[in-house]
């Protein structure tokens, strides 16, 4: 199984750090974000690494190299930056996700959630995608996701009163090539440009997996969530949950941002 790691942004919310450093380099439990993501991927069964790149692509390669406990790794150098679903197109077309499923994680995230359940909800018919997804417990600040029968049935407002959610997107999800059909080209982000379009049409074609409470997911893309995140790892919190640290209004539904 081929993992898409995305990792392109400019890691704003950590400047000046991320001046000189990629974010997915920076410091996490003693170790670069990165490669702890790496070793779960490995752990459940991921045998190849594809990550993007653009904010200081020549140090984050070098920092990562061509292998990471001997499993090898390739890089898919965006001269833009092309938004998250845009990644996964331009690494497709590059030849680098020659697999009818794969995985693409979002690159600021420290989680054992695991990943087989979403590899099987991408093998059932008519699955374009499947979306591991935790409860939402601020859907005000992180977009809310909702569902029927298991299938995505809305982005933002509750699109009928028997959908079920708010859901949180937790930027894991084993894709099947047929989504590549839906990526624009050029710059393009899932939740405007691939989701909403597909619920419009009447499309069910994207399955929601909720993880279970027992699974460890944080998000590190605030310095504040990063710390707060170090705290409850190592104090043993494993209920799977965004850290609550005030930060600036963040992505869910869509992915990563470029911040």
Known sequence: MIALVLAAGYGTRFRPATLTT??????????????????????????????????????LEAGVGRSYRDVPVSFSREPEIL?????????????????ERFLVVNGDLFTDIPLLPLVEAASGSGVL??????????????????????RLAGVGERPRPLSTGPWLFTGIQCATRGLLDLIPKG???????????????GERAFRLVPCGAESRWFDLGTPERLALAEDRVRGGVTAGSTPSAPSPTRRSGSGPTTG
């Open 22 to 59: 990629p974010k997915p380099l920076i410091p996490f439990l003693g170790r670069p974000i990165l490669f702890h993501l790496f070793d779960h991927l490995i752990d459940q069964g991921v045998d190849a690494l594809v990550v993007n790149s653009h904010h200081l692509a020549g140090v």
């Open 83 to 99: 938004g998250t679903s845009g990644a996964i197109r331009r690494a497709a077309d590059a030849g680098l996700l020659p697999e």
């Open 129 to 150: 995608s499947a979306m591991a997804v935790l409860s939402n417990p601020a859907p005000e600040r992180d977009t809310p996701l909702w569902e029927e029968q298991g």
């Open 187 to 201: 710059r393009s982000e899932l939740a405007r440009d691939v989701l909403v379009p597909s619920i419009v049409r």
